[in-house]
């Protein structure tokens, strides 16, 4: 359990420290974090500077650290106000019933998620009202997760013709891994929501999750165009973060102060 929490917990953290060094490298905010173009964000520098040195800091703090409980839940505070003041608003407002725009909206919700599942590893200590609060919100840390992985699941049978496209043309039969990753994101996303077989979902999310980023993500950041405007590096940094997800979600070690099975 240990090694496992060690591990998941460095690869969530650094894909949080990642996505805010981008920050540092692409003009404007990473469009996981806010739905605002880069040339709308001339004046914002500041705010796109200090929300990707936050998000460094805390990235590489929640990898380093042991206990990290309480930074764990603020981060899972902060990027769920990203979602309720950026993401939200703007889904409303521009197609909401267009499932593929969501993506970045699920995305963000589900990192919080993370943050929220990093959060229930440990015993809750000295807190006040906002840290007490925050906890009740954690134990929806997984269910969040586990949303998107539905969500996602269900894109590949909707937008099949785009998703086979990004399966890289070495591998044969593109539209079965189509179908195939979809019917296992789906069958993840229910599992966790049923608690079915946790430990095994979990190492077999996982190991998927990791496969991707190896053969698909990183491949795709390296030979990126400069004007997808590491995007494909973004996407990089959330599957790290993803996969770091889905080894820890199985395990709340202290299930008194969460309201999770051990």
């Known amino acids: 359990m240990e090694q496992l929490k060690s591990i998941g917990k460095i ?13 540092f490298i692409y003009p404007g905010f990473r ?10 964000t001339q004046d914002l520098n500041f705010l796109v500077y200090l929300s990707g040195a936050v998000l460094v800091f805390v990235g590489i703090y929640i990898a380093v650290r042991k206990n990290v409980k309480t930074i764990s839940l603020f981060l899972g505070l902060l990027l769920i106000l990203f979602f309720l003041i950026g993401h939200l608003p703007n889904r409303l407002a521009n197609h909401p019933g267009i499932l593929g725009a969501w993506t970045d909206a699920l995305k963000i ?6 943050a929220f599942i990093i959060s229930n590893l440990y ?3 000295k807190s006040n009202a906002i840290i007490t609060s925050l906890e009740r919100i954690a134990v929806s840390g997984k269910y969040l997760f586990a949303f998107m992985l539905i969500i996602f699941g269900i894109d590949h049978f909707i937008y099949t013709e785009f998703v086979q496209t990004i399966v ?3 591998i044969p039969g593109q539209l079965f891994w189509t179908y195939f990753a979809g019917v296992a994101l789906i069958a993840s996303g229910l599992a966790i929501f049923l608690h079915f077989k946790p430990k095994i979902i979990s190492m077999l999310l996982a190991t998927m999750l990791f496969i991707w980023l190896i053969i698909l993500h990183i491949p795709r950041a390296i030979v990126a165009p400069i004007t997808d405007n590491g995007n494909e590096w973004t996407s990089v940094f959330e599957c790290l973060a993803f996969g770091g997800m889905a080894i ?3 395990y709340p070690k202290f299930a008194n102060s969460v309201g999770a099975e051990v």
Not at 31 to 40: K, Q
Request: net charge negative.
């Open 11 to 23: 690869f969530y953290g650094l894909g949080i420290a990642g996505i805010g060094a981008l920050q």
């Open 31 to 40: 469009p996981v974090l806010l739905p605002i173009p880069p040339e709308s």
């Open 109 to 114: 919700l589900a990192l919080a998620g993370g």
């Open 123 to 125: 015993p809750a200590g």
């Open 168 to 170: 890289p043309g070495w």
């Open 248 to 250: 820890l979600y199985p």
